[in-house]
């Protein structure tokens, strides 16, 4: 998105605000007697929102007046049939982009490292050939899956699996649930990183399958070979700390040890 690197630790903290706003260590903004209730995550949600978006209008003005070769730049003078993006359209967009791609990609990154360090027979296969890499960061993706649901209204009367679900009906489809179903995923509950196919649903289905999805893969990938070429000794050191959340699959705190590469 072009934006410079010293405001990365504090997109960091806005978006654990909002989407971490269920957690109490993400709640120090309000009074703490209501830490850890629903009103604390409202007011912790809205404050991380009302922060983003006012820090993400002044970036808007600042390129509308020097336009740079980034993506916000790009949106300003994008239009979409003719018509152009509203200001409203493009902080919006600068707020999904920046909570969708880092709060999901950073916890599939240590929730896979978790995951490798339980399995250490997939961990060595992998260290052992990291051209199996592509297949170990879907099943990772299967396994993890970042993010634990989305939810739809359903438009029309509809019967799934001898489940009625009427019109109007708010639907959760939770990823995790289909990323273990037996009719699809032979011995679902093994972790391995050669499984084929591997139809996971961790970056949704359909129309709003996730924008982007060959980017976090990429990111993955990428972070795993290096991850392992400079510290092939890395291991998790004691119990991860997990975000309260029903949204997203996060892992706050993880001690790892390793040796220094020289
Ligand atoms: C491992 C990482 C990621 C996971 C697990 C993930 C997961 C998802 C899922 C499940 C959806 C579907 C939403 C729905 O059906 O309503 C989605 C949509 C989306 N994702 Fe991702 N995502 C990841 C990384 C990213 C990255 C890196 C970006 C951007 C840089 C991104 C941007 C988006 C956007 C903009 C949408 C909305 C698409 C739409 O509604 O048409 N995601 N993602």
Redesign the pocket.
């Known amino acids: 998105m072009g934006l410079p690197q010293d405001v990365w630790p504090l997109m960091f903290e806005l978006t654990n605000s909002v989407l971490g706003a269920g957690d109490p260590e993400y709640q120090a903004e309000v009074p703490e007697e209501i830490r850890g209730s629903g009103e604390a995550e409202r007011q912790t949600s809205m404050s991380g929102e009302m922060r983003m978006l006012g820090y993400f209008a002044e970036i808007l003005a600042q390129r509308r007046k020097e336009p740079k070769d980034d993506l916000i730049s790009i949106l300003l003078e994008a239009d979409v049939d003719g018509e152009r993006l509203t200001e409203q359209d493009i902080l919006a967009f600068c707020f ?2 920046i909570l ?2 880092n709060e ?2 950073r916890n ?1 990154i240590s929730g896979g490292l978790v995951t490798l360090c339980e399995h250490p027979e997939e961990r060595a296969r992998l260290q052992a050939d990291m051209s199996l890499i592509d297949g170990a960061v879907e099943e990772i ?1 299967r396994w993890t899956s ?2 634990h649901h ?1 939810s739809r209204v359903a438009t029309e009367d509809v019967e799934v699996r001898g489940t009625k679900i009427a019109s109007g009906d708010r639907v959760f489809m939770w ?1 995790p649930s289909a990323n273990r179903d037996e009719d699809i995923f032979p011995d679902p509950y093994r972790f391995d990183i050669t499984r084929t196919p591997n139809d996971h649903l ?3 289905i359909g ?7 060959g ?2 893969r990429k990111e993955m990938r990428v972070m795993f070979e290096e991850l392992f070429r400079r510290f092939p000794d890395i291991q998790v050191a004691g119990p991860p700390e997990r975000l309260r959340s029903n949204f997203i699959n996060g892992i706050k705190h993880l001690p790892v040890t390793f040796t220094p590469a020289r």
């Open positions: 999904l982009i969708a791609g999901t990609t599939a993706l970042p993010l989305m990823y961790a970056f949704g129309e709003h399958f996730c924008l982007g999805a980017f976090a």
